[in-house]
């Protein structure tokens, strides 16, 4: 593995570092099923209900739903993390373009280059757009991967960037992508 990059299977809500990353929708606000299984919700559940009241603040204030690509930061109220980046990724439908993948690695751009803005040393990401919305969990990881080395080779950045993966298919495509 290269060095200041590390992959870690389990809940993303319980890592101790100073960034996690929410895949999140367009308004920002959290998952609006209650106990769905996605990663959103499951954020949103154990930030608290200041993370929704910030969020809200936010795309109030930017006065249009998040743009796919982008990303913003919030307080992680309730979780062991310092922050959250969200950043909504690209909805999948039917066959896999180059533009989903270009706007994937926009993601993870936008989530490094906002954690270098904000002095922010480790970022734990969890696997965007490859649940709901459809992104081919391995074309998925050769994306993040790539779109990370690639940003730390480009800056320099110093960033320490954990893979966060909880299903066990997901462990087993970073590990074979990172040796």
């Known amino acids: 593995m290269q060095e200041g990059i590390y992959l870690w299977q389990g809940d993303i809500t319980t890592l101790r570092c ?32 200041q993370l929704r009241a910030a969020c809200a603040d936010l795309m109030e204030k930017q006065g249009h739903e998040e743009e796919i690509g982008r990303a913003k ?33 926009s993601c993870y751009r ?3 280059e906002l954690a270098d803005q904000n002095n922010i040393k480790s970022v734990a990401f969890c696997c965007i757009s490859t649940g709901e919305f459809h992104f081919p969990n391995d074309k998925a990881a050769q994306v993040a991967v790539s779109t990370v080395k690639d940003y730390k080779e480009q800056t320099n950045s110093e960033i320490e960037v954990i893979f966060n993966v909880f299903k066990d298919i997901d462990l087993q495509i970073y590990r074979d992508i990172l040796r």
């Open 18 to 49: 100073r960034a996690i990353v929410n895949a999140a929708n367009s308004q920002m606000l959290g998952c609006f099923c209650p106990n769905h299984g996605c990663i959103d919700n499951a954020i949103h559940t154990y930030a608290g209900v």
């Open 73 to 105: 930061i919030t307080p992680a109220f309730n979780l062991p993390c310092d922050c959250i980046l969200h950043t909504v990724g690209p909805i999948v439908s039917g066959w896999l373009t180059r533009k989903d993948k270009e706007l994937l690695a």
């Open 110 to 112: 936008s989530c490094l």
